[in-house]
């Protein structure tokens, strides 16, 4: 018998709702196969590479691999306040299609900047004097060394020359920026006079601190303060990573114990650092972007650096950055996913697990992850299931991802939003009666 024509087979499997082109793709690969039978699984697999919602039942509330920072879906425009009309009021809607002030200056009417909307927001949250916003953390980095200290030299402890994850390695990021990497200190130990005598004998454009975000250095060790730093002269540059906004957690009403001691991005410049540099996607919250803060006059030089153009991020990004940092602004954690599930409290955690009516309820250990905090762990509660059973709750849809210990499959609730816990009762009666 003939294989059928990849075209007919193609629509015979229309079912799977992918655009047609996409199911030649699926046929073709089946009747590569010689199995044109496994045309609709081929297709079902195309579906599921592409990107779409996970039900992260991790207990990682940062997972690199599922986004970090979840993300809700809201618009971040302020309301109107009372003093305006109903009139007025009445006209708010949301429309289907949107455009934005994105580079537009409402009051002149003339193009504006992209970078405005965020900076007095992020400044005001941090108490820097402006503050600039990139696509990640490894570009604020990056930008920052080449707008400020290119062909000059810049002083990091030998105990931070570290990799953060995802090649992001400090003396390769130096290089790319066109600095020049001068070692100070040693491995465990480096003081403030380390500093003083590279800034004394090299052409040292800034004191670049970077906080280890994902490993501990313990015992015999030594660090020099941001405010020491500041003494000495050049710039300090503390690149912060996880990003905290500020140690008090006014968001919070008070500061949870598993933070530890994570240095806020409003101490640190308090402290006298010039710039400081994190991810919006880490502790923040918020969605993929690198964040400067700081100086005026050096986050103008970042500005007006050619590389700004290439690391620019695009309105949806700020959209949802506007929108996290105004929640941050009104202190409404709720309005801020991350900080939403960190803080549930666990009996609630554990209320949850016991309706869900499946598995055994169990007390579980959540972390921030992303890097942050290392050994840091969130009281939790969720269910497990005795066997390994990841791959089955993955093949679910939407997939539910959990994690497996010694052949025990844990479901932590803490990084689950409520809305997905009837989806995960679904999902492990599926897996469970697949056995
Ligand atoms: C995570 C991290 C980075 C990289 O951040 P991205 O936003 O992923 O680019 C850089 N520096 C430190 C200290 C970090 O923790």
């Known amino acids: 018998m003939r294989p059928p024509s990849v075209n007919d087979l193609a629509l015979r499997i229309a079912d799977v709702g992918l655009p047609h082109p996409l199911l030649v793709i699926a046929a073709r690969a089946a009747i590569a196969a010689g199995d044109p039978d496994s045309a609709a699984d081929e297709a079902h697999r195309l579906r599921r590479s592409l990107l779409g919602p996970a039900v992260n039942a991790t207990g990682v509330l940062l997972h690199t691999n599922l986004g970090r920072a979840p993300l809700g879906h809201q618009h971040s425009r302020v309301p109107l306040g009372n003093q305006h009309s109903q009139a007025l009021l009445d006209l708010e809607h949301d429309s289907a299609v949107r455009f934005s002030n994105l580079e537009f200056d409402l009051a002149s009417g003339r193009r504006g900047s992209r970078t405005t909307h965020a900076s007095l927001l992020l400044a005001t ?12 953390c490894a570009a604020a980095v990056t930008l920052v060394l080449a707008a400020l200290a290119r062909d000059r030299g810049v002083a990091v402890s030998r105990g931070e020359l570290v990799e953060i994850g995802g090649g992001f390695r400090v003396p390769e990021v130096m290089e790319q920026s066109g600095a020049r990497l001068v070692e100070v200190g040693t491995t ?14 090299d052409d040292v454009a800034l004191l670049l601190k970077v906080h280890p975000s994902n490993y501990r250095i313990t015992g015999f060790t030594e ?3 941001v405010a020491d730093l500041a003494k000495i002269g ?5 690149d912060l990573g996880s990003g905290l906004l500020d140690e008090r ?3 919070l009403g008070q500061r949870p114990d598993w933070l530890a001691d994570e240095p806020g991005a409003r101490q640190t410049l308090a402290a006298g650092a010039a710039l400081v540099t994190f991810s919006g996607d880490k502790l923040m919250g918020g969605p993929q972007a690198g964040i400067i803060c700081g100086r005026a006059d050096l ?9 700004m153009r290439a690391f620019r991020p695009g309105s949806l990004v700020l959209d949802a950055l506007q929108s996290v940092a105004l929640a941050y602004l009104r ?6 996913p991350f900080w939403r599930m960190a803080r549930v409290p666990v009996e609630e955690l554990a209320q949850r697990a016991e309706a869900l009516g499946v598995g055994r309820p169990s007390r579980t250990t959540a972390l921030a992850g992303a890097g942050s905090l290392p050994g840091q762990e969130i009281p939790s509660a969720g269910i497990e299931l005795d066997g390994d059973y990841a791959a089955a709750l993955r093949a679910f849809d939407p997939p539910v991802i959990a994690r497996v210990n010694e052949q025990t499959t844990v479901i932590d609730l803490r990084t689950v939003d409520p809305a997905d816990d009837a989806v995960v009762a679904a999902a492990v009666r599926q897996a469970l009666s697949q056995q």
């Open 331 to 336: 202190r409404d954690a709720d309005a801020i």
């Open 125 to 136: 949250l941090t108490g820097a004097e402006a503050a600039l916003v990139v696509n990640n």
């Open 188 to 201: 465990n130990r480096t003081r403030a006079a380390d500093y003083l005598a590279a800034a004394e004998r």
């Open 249 to 251: 957690c006014d968001w």
């Open 234 to 238: 050049p710039p300090v540059v503390s």
């Open 299 to 307: 986050i103008a030089a970042c500005a007006a650096h050619p590389l």
């Open 223 to 225: 660090e020099a303060d």
